[in-house]
């Protein structure tokens, strides 16, 4: 089973920027695609962006584009989230998700990732 743990969260004004990473655990098979999802107090977890693995082909949602983006270094063990410009209604717990070790395509539905992190709280304030 595969082991996600989340950095670099923490609280920044309007306008200011954060950078997360999620380093995954070493397996016979890292070629599952990964991304990242945040969940709001009182909403839904929604998908914030993903990355191939097999390739460096992200998603990134239309609520997010242009100021989010995803990567993953040479190492393939570790993604990051760049956020910039942050508002207040990116305030939420962050979580990496990676699917399961055969599964490379990049997906926005919460149900096709089988390993989750225990999230990171990012919280934007004016």
């Known amino acids: 089973q595969v082991q996600l743990v989340e950095y670099g969260g923490g609280w920044v004004q309007t306008g200011g920027s954060l950078r997360l990473s999620c380093v995954a655990s070493?397996?016979?098979?890292?070629?599952?695609?990964m991304g990242w999802f945040r969940q709001a107090s009182g909403k839904e977890r929604e998908f914030v962006g993903g990355?191939?693995?097999?390739?460096?082909?992200?998603m990134i949602p239309d609520s997010v584009r242009g100021r989010f983006t995803i990567s993953r270094d040479g190492a393939k063990n570790t993604i990051y989230l760049q956020m910039d410009s942050l508002k207040p209604e990116d305030t939420a717990v962050y979580y990496c998700?990676?699917?399961?070790?055969?599964?490379?395509?990049?997906?926005?539905?919460?149900?096709?990732?089988?390993?989750w992190g225990q999230g990171t709280q990012v919280t934007v304030s004016s």
């Open positions: 990355i191939s693995g097999r390739s460096d082909r992200t």
């Open positions: 998700a990676a699917r399961s070790s055969r599964s490379v395509a990049v997906t926005s539905t919460l149900i096709s990732y089988a390993y």
């Open positions: 070493e397996g016979t098979d890292s070629n599952y695609a």
